[in-house]
């Protein structure tokens, strides 16, 4: 039996390895090990309830308003201890924190094979997304093996020297992880907290847009100027809801409660758990985001999405027609709303794109794939 070590510390990982671990937990020939860095520690927490795994080791790392150096130091030194201790035969990290990357460089130290999930994925920009992009390219030129989620990153890894042996296409676990959340809101219906009760009622015909964000690249300015459009759409369509779950990190809660408080059509409600975001997600009519996994997961419930950055590292969304850039400049954002609110032809042209980002089954390739390793059984 070969012990698989998985090692993440963010509610993106865990949503995306999640599956993976309850996959590997079916197979005879696996031991899967989870180690969590606590990158994001409640919202990390939320999502291995919902899928009921619970740590082996947790390193507890977070800290308020941390430096990515005084992460990046801690985690490697954690990491190797903890590396030290378990002797993985493979560790399987995901995407592109710094967890990731501190989490393959220990490896590489200890000389243990590294799985990379959701491999190639680039925006040709250092700094946007930062420091994700950097911290991807730098996994992947440690990592052993590369489950690419499309053919497109399999073709920027094979262009950074990758051997194509080692690239394995397997689409993106973050679709598992959705159907598995709608079939259990399916069941049991999650209350939204923060929101009044009758806007997630299934006959409620309000429209609603969902906003989210968080990237480092959008503090300041950024930050103001989508709140700036956020009013003036709220203004212009007082019939809709405008919700955005406000993320943690002090630099966007600042100026979104700032700007955005008082208004009556627009909620802003806490951070929320995953099966409460997938409902409000469905329930939307369009998404308005800087997030990676959002543009993976709106697209498969049918719903548009703007994203709000100059440059995407998922530009087949783009190509698909499930997702437009707006970057953060104000009538950029506020024209796409109106357009897409507006008229119903260009909402249904985005609205029933195929999703390119996979069709459910991204752990059953990756398994595979890891069977036909010569690290593996």
């Known amino acids: 039996m070969k012990k698989i070590s998985f090692i993440f510390g963010t509610r993106p990982e865990a949503i995306k390895l999640c599956p993976l671990i309850l996959a590997m937990r079916e197979e005879p020939d696996f031991q899967p090990h989870v180690c969590v860095t606590a990158q994001h520690r409640v919202m990390l927490d939320q999502v291995l309830a919902v899928f009921a795994v619970k740590p082996d080791v947790d390193l507890n790392l977070m800290e308020p308003n941390q430096t990515l150096a005084g992460l990046t130091a801690k985690s490697i030194i954690a990491i190797n201890h903890y590396l030290s201790e378990y002797k993985p035969d493979i560790v399987i990290v995901q995407g592109d924190t710094t967890t990731v990357f501190c989490a393959a460089l220990a490896a590489f130290y200890h000389k243990i094979p590294i799985g990379h999930v959701e491999a190639g994925l680039r925006t040709g920009n250092k700094y946007a997304p930062f420091p994700e992009e950097i911290n991807r390219k730098l996994a992947t030129h440690i990592a052993d093996y590369h489950f690419a989620p499309t053919n497109l990153s399999r073709e920027n890894l094979l262009h950074e020297g990758i051997l194509e042996e080692k690239i394995f296409v397997t689409g993106n676990p973050v679709i598992d992880a959705l159907h598995y959340a709608v079939e259990k809101i399916k069941r049991d219906h999650p209350h939204v907290p923060g929101l009044p009760t009758e806007l997630m009622d299934d006959?409620?015909?309000?429209?609603?847009?969902?906003i989210t964000g968080?990237?480092?690249?959008?503090?300041?300015?950024?930050?103001?100027?989508?709140?700036?459009?956020?009013?003036?759409?709220?203004?212009?369509?007082?019939?809709?809801?405008?919700?955005?779950?406000?993320?943690?990190?002090?630099?966007?809660?600042?100026?979104?409660?700032?700007i955005l408080s008082g208004r009556e059509n627009i909620y802003l409600i806490e951070p929320l758990g995953y099966l409460p975001f997938v409902a409000l997600m469905n329930r939307s009519t369009l998404v308005?985001?800087?997030?990676?996994?959002?543009?993976?997961?709106?697209?498969?419930?049918?719903?548009?999405?703007?994203?709000?950055?100059?440059?995407?590292?998922?530009p087949e969304a783009v190509t698909a027609g499930t997702v437009r850039l707006t970057g953060t400049d104000k009538d950029a954002i506020v024209d796409n709303v109106v357009t897409l609110l507006s008229d119903e032809q260009v909402y249904n042209a985005m609205a029933r794109a195929v999703n390119p980002y996979g069709d459910g089954k991204a752990c059953q390739r990756i398994v595979a794939a890891m069977r036909g390793l010569g690290c593996l059984p």
């Open 203 to 210: 006959s409620t015909t309000c429209p609603l847009v969902l």
């Open 214 to 258: 968080h990237r480092r690249e959008n503090f300041g300015d950024g930050f103001a100027n989508i709140c700036q459009a956020i009013i003036e759409l709220s203004e212009r369509f007082s019939e809709v809801a405008f919700v955005y779950p406000v993320h943690l990190n002090p630099n966007v809660r600042k100026p979104v409660f700032e």
């Open 288 to 314: 308005l985001t800087d997030s990676g996994g959002v543009q993976e997961e709106a697209p498969s419930l049918g719903k548009p999405v703007l994203v709000m950055r100059d440059t995407t590292e998922r």
